[in-house]
């Protein structure tokens, strides 16, 4: 949100700026999960705030390209966001980590 406000107060980020942010500021967040959901490590509130932090500027820059009518550059970083999808779904099938989030999210934890 605050991203949202800023901008429509006037602080904008650089143009070349969206899709570097919107590439780059999920990986935390999806190395957290993918730690935390394979059992490797326990996560922890300060890292999903500060993970969810990232998530929501790459979010925030996301909707941006389609508010301001950036077709090509929305079309880029949806692109970018089904590589993630892809790439997330394929590394938790191999490494066992979906079962064992779908067993988890079955037993109600």
């Known amino acids: ?11 904008r980020f650089p143009l070349w700026l969206y ?10 967040g999806i190395v957290d999960w993918l730690t935390q959901s394979g059992k490797l490590r326990e996560s922890r509130n300060s890292i999903r ?4 932090l990232l998530l929501g500027i790459s ?10 009518g950036m077709v090509s550059m929305f079309l880029v ?6 590589l993630y999808a892809i790439s997330i779904y394929i590394v938790a099938l191999k490494t066992k980590c979906l079962d064992s989030y779908l067993d988890d999210i079955m037993r109600g934890y």
């Not at 605050?2 to 602080?11: M, S």
């Not at 899709?19 to 935390?28: A, C, E, G, R, T």
């Not at 705030?49 to 969810?52: A, K, M, Q």
Request: net charge negative; with cysteine; charged share 0%.
């Open 77 to 82: 970083a949806m692109s970018i966001i089904g």
């Open 59 to 68: 979010e925030a820059c996301f909707l941006l390209l389609a508010i301001n």
């Open 19 to 28: 899709l570097p942010l919107i590439s780059v500021l999920p990986i935390p």
């Open 1 to 11: 949100m605050a991203v949202l406000v800023a901008y429509f107060i006037g602080l």
């Open 49 to 52: 705030v500060g993970t969810g």
